[in-house]
Nanobody, 120 residues
Framework: QVKAVESGGGLVQPGGSLTLSCEVS????????MGWYRRAPGKLRELVVN???????????SVKGRFTVSTSSNKNTNTNTVYLQMNSLKPEDTAVYYC??????????WGQGTQVTVSS
């Protein structure tokens, strides 16, 4: 089992920045891919960025050059953290952002989501 908990969402003005965090715990060794998705009001959930087992990244065209994903690990607590640095935010970035983890057996684990609102 794997658990993902997102944090860092909030209200920001257009052009501002936010950093989201996803703390990952449990059977971390089983994870082969991780990513961030978002669901805007009235729209389907969409990919923001995916990181595969080879650390290759795949960003949505709408966020390329503005968003950056990174990871860190804490051996003391046996947790990993996936970050999403979001710069030059636009109103159309407003959404609930979700962290998703994929295990080697194909199981997907989702966090509860964190709200990002870009508005003046």
């Amino acid at each position: 089992q794997v658990k993902a908990v997102e944090s860092g969402g909030g209200l920001v003005q257009p052009g501002g920045s936010l950093t989201l965090s996803c703390e990952v715990s449990g059977n971390i060794a089983s994870i082969v891919a991780m990513g961030w998705y978002r669901r805007a009001p009235g729209k389907l959930r969409e990919l923001v960025v995916n990181v595969d087992s080879a650390r290759r990244t795949n960003y949505a065209d709408s966020v390329k050059g503005r968003f950056t994903v990174s990871t860190s690990s804490n051996k003391n607590t046996n947790t990993n953290t996936v970050y999403l640095q979001m710069n030059s935010l636009k109103p159309e970035d407003t959404a609930v952002y979700y962290c998703k983890l994929r295990a080697y057996n194909g199981d997907d684990y989702w966090g509860q989501g964190t709200q990002v609102t870009v508005s003046s």
